[in-house]
């Protein structure tokens, strides 16, 4: 069958299977573009192609970006179904972890290695931890002028139990030069184009954090496989930085004698202003510094904004905090637009570079409409600012104060 009739077929075929998922025909449908999933089908096709709950919301299919709104981010540990998606190419499939190899080169590594996942497994110690990821952008929807990129809001964090070897023990056995300054990581995503020659990303971290003890070559979550959306069967995870650092079905890591250069290393791409700069302002590449370790922030998980009290001026609220490398020394709450601030009971991390649970209650004097504000501070007296932070180029870092509504009747 020539090209364009196989073409044409396929996407009659896809068409008339989208039709019969929707109930109805798609008016239009041939108009379509290749690849493209209707709305109506994406949720339908997250919670049955990945597992995920289907109040997630979705903010690109192509490629999959989809967020967990704060009120399903309740749990200490964030289920599988409920951990947001943030992909740049697509999702690979047909992998097989029985076959899988993980290359270890680079110029400052002495002995090049080829390792099997199951030697991976068998040859190093194990460990899990607790680890935050969180995306770069997440909040970027609030930045004016508008961002261009992935409208998040708060819910593109997680806080899931990993378990893998340490990188620095892999490292070790590899041999590390003198001259090494950046761990790279490649994996087999392929390119929305396509090309199969293309890199999707390609990003890293200086050597001192690729050789900290929480920083893992992860094979579970939560003491699962790691689900294929979030990286299966190997994936690296580097807890309080931003989350594309953590790449996923990665088959090369790669040690420097530089700072890495692959795709989304360079140009403005996870770097913000080295130096505070005007809403809209247009800087060099030289100006802009590399996105390391994640802001404090916190997020009211309970009760969902919108709370509506009958017969009570009395509400229990409850969150998580973090602060990237840090630790969170406090949190606190108001009601009044942030004039006065209330402390939480704020929990100690199960380990470091997880999030930290706060719990408060919290009294209304009257009826009538209020917000709970949040705001962590964490160990170095850094403070969450009440408003969006700072302007930069790919809305990145928003780390204001998270706030719900609430009506007192």
Partial sequence: MPDKNRREFIKKSTLAAFSAALGTEIVF?????????????QNDELVRKFGKNPDLTVLNDRPWNVETPPHLLDDPVTPASNVFMRNNGRIPS??????????????????????????????FQSYTYQLVIECGGNGRAEYYPPAKGNQWTTGAVCNCEWTGVRLKDVLEEAGINTDAVYVAYYGIDTHLSGDPDKVV??????????????TLLAFKMNGKDIPIAHGF????????????????WINRIRVRNIIHDGPKMTGDSYRVPCEPVAPGTTLKPEDMCIIESMPVKSLITYPKTGAVLQNSGSLSIRGHAWAGDYLVKKVEYSIDFGATWSECQLDNPPNRLAWQRFSARVNFPRAGYYEVWARATDERGISQPMIVPGWNPKGYLNNACHRIAVKVL
Avoid: C
């Fill in 94 to 123: 047909d992998l097989d972890p029985s076959t899988w190899i993980l290359q270890i080169d680079g110029e400052s590594v002495v002995k090049p290695l080829d390792i099997s996942l199951n030697d991976l497994k068998d040859k």
């Fill in 29 to 41: 449908g041939d108009h379509l573009p290749v690849d493209l999933l209707p709305i109506g089908l």
């Fill in 201 to 214: 990303i390609s990003r890293g971290i200086p050597i001192e954090k690729a050789l900290e003890d929480e």
């Fill in 233 to 248: 069967p190997l994936r690296l995870v580097v807890g309080g930085w931003p989350g594309s650092v953590s790449g996923k």
